[in-house]
């Protein structure tokens, strides 16, 4: 029996060392939450590899910027983010990765991070690995009168275009025309009438002999003085 324990316990060393040292090779290899295999199938380790584990192998087991880029598990989300390395600067043996938090699997879909990656063109990501906050809303800017001890400047306004009036139209030479026509046909017609009715008393006096008249004849020449002239 006591064989039996050492056997097993000199096989599983190796796996154990092995497994111990592929983690210390991938950045926050040991910190991912939920598995301490992140190369396996099984979180706890050994069995089958996982596509990530798979690719590290490929790359001669050792971090690199091909593997980092990549995105093993194809959720989407490169293996260097899932892991805190944004911008694949981390180095074995270097310093310790940029970014320890909101950290997920690169060999399991299921397993994603809600960390907005880092800026990469900046020198360094400036502690980030922060669920992203929202936007403040802008503050309005005031409108209407301006705060004492300044002075508001307002957008002179262009003077109303003066509405167009009609223009009188001139009478037309045919109601002049017609005007004039109609004074003069007045006056003819009164001078008609006057020089009618003296020729109707000329010849009423007329019929009235003088000798015989006397006193009638002066009377009708007096009246015919004062419409028509006299009658001698």
């Known amino acids: ?35 301490s295999a992140i190369g396996h199938d099984d979180p706890d380790g050994g069995g089958s590899r996982n596509h990530f584990g798979s690719d590290f192998a ?15 598990d194809g959720d989407g989300i490169p ?22 938090v909101l950290l997920s699997n690169p060999g399991d879909a299921n397993s994603k991070t809600t960390r907005t990656p880092c800026d990469c063109s900046a020198p360094s990501c400036g502690g980030g690995g922060s669920t992203p906050s929202p936007s403040p809303s802008p503050t309005p800017t005031p409108t209407g009168s301006a705060s004492p001890g300044s002075s508001a400047t307002s957008t002179p306004s262009a003077p109303p275009s003066p ?6 139209q ?7 025309h017609a005007a004039a026509i109609g ?13 009618f009715s003296a020729v109707r008393r000329a010849a009423a006096v ?22 028509a002239g006299s009658l001698n």
């Open 1 to 35: 029996m006591r064989r039996l324990a050492a056997l097993t316990l000199m096989l599983l060393y190796p796996a154990a060392t092995s497994y111990s040292q592929y983690v210390a090779m991938c950045p926050n290899g040991a910190n991912v939450p939920g598995t």
């Open 58 to 72: 490929k790359q001669g087991h050792t971090w690199t910027a091909e593997l980092c880029q990549k995105d093993s």
């Open 79 to 100: 293996n260097g983010v899932e892991l805190g390395d944004d911008c694949c600067r981390w180095v074995d043996g270097g310093a310790a990765p940029e970014i320890s």
């Open 163 to 168: 509405s167009p009036q009609p223009l009188e």
């Open 170 to 176: 001139p009478q037309s030479e045919p109601v002049l």
């Open 183 to 195: 004074g003069i046909a007045a006056g003819a017609a009164a001078a008609a009438l006057l020089a």
């Open 206 to 227: 007329a019929r009235a002999p003088k000798a015989a008249g006397g006193d009638d004849y002066d009377a009708m020449e007096a009246e015919f003085s004062a419409g």
